[in-house]
């Protein structure tokens, strides 16, 4: 079965620095998919970022990046400027390509922005 | 707009009482699923469909039940056989064909015990 590890309970970073957010899976799979999402105090489940496994190049979107490592079975989130916005449990993803599509989660990380 | 709609939004439910949690889309996806989380837990699938009249288990059913007789709604009961049903419940919903990864998620619904 697949899992999904975050290690990092909680994370906190002054505004305007950046953040790194660990995550690393397990699979036996080589045709996945690797998600970031975002749950601000609202509880709404927000799509951050997305990574297709057999893409070699590191999904970017404005200052949201990942760092993937295939081999390592590593998926670590980079926020950028960060921002008072961007306070939320961040959780990470994986779904398999094929058969069922159900998204294994794992246990998230508490991101706190400092003014 | 097209969605998914949970509710009701909070939920008490007495001891001994079977209560359901409803999930309506309208986005014409083929799957749908129910999720728990707890804090520290992240989200654990309950139950999950691919199609309407078949459902399968996921990590932690037991003391729930679900039924799916029309592609847009997917209820979850949760049975007095569940014995820590308090937790925030989400309802999601996703396409099947292709290579797709669109999810999309309820609002959810935070059920206590009382």
């Known amino acids: 079965a697949q899992t999904v590890t975050q290690s990092q309970p909680e994370m906190s970073v002054q505004e305007a620095e950046t953040v790194t957010l660990s995550c690393t899976y397990d699979t036996s799979e080589s045709d996945y998919y690797l998600f970031w999402y975002k749950q601000p105090p609202s509880r709404q489940m927000i799509l951050v970022i997305r990574q297709e496994a057999y893409k070699q190049q590191n999904a970017t979107e404005n200052r949201f990046s990942v760092n993937f490592q295939k081999a390592a079975k590593s998926f670590s989130l980079k926020i950028s400027d960060s921002q008072l916005g961007d306070a939320a449990m961040y959780f990470c993803?994986?779904?398999?390509?094929?058969?069922?599509?159900?998204?294994?989660f794992g246990q998230g990380t508490r991101l706190t922005i400092n003014p | 707009d097209g969605g998914i709609t949970q509710s009701p939004k909070y939920l008490f439910r007495k001891e001994g009482q079977n209560v359901t949690l409803s999930c309506e889309q309208n986005?014409?996806?083929?799957?749908m699923y129910w999720y728990r989380q707890d804090p520290g837990q992240g989200l654990r699938l309950i139950y999950y469909?691919?199609?309407?009249?078949?459902?399968q288990k996921g990590d932690i059913a037991e003391g729930y039940s679900v039924s799916r007789e029309k592609k847009e709604s997917f209820p979850l009961t949760v049975t007095s056989a569940q014995k820590n049903p308090t937790a925030f419940y989400l309802c999601?919903?996703?396409?099947?064909?292709?290579?797709?990864?669109?999810?999309?998620f309820g609002s959810g619904t935070r059920l206590t015990v009382v």
């Open positions: 999601a919903s996703s396409i099947t064909r292709g290579r797709t990864y669109g999810y999309t």
């Open positions: 469909s691919q199609i309407v009249n078949d459902f």
């Open positions: 993803a994986y779904r398999r390509v094929q058969g069922a599509q159900k998204l294994v």
């Open positions: 986005l014409n996806h083929d799957a």
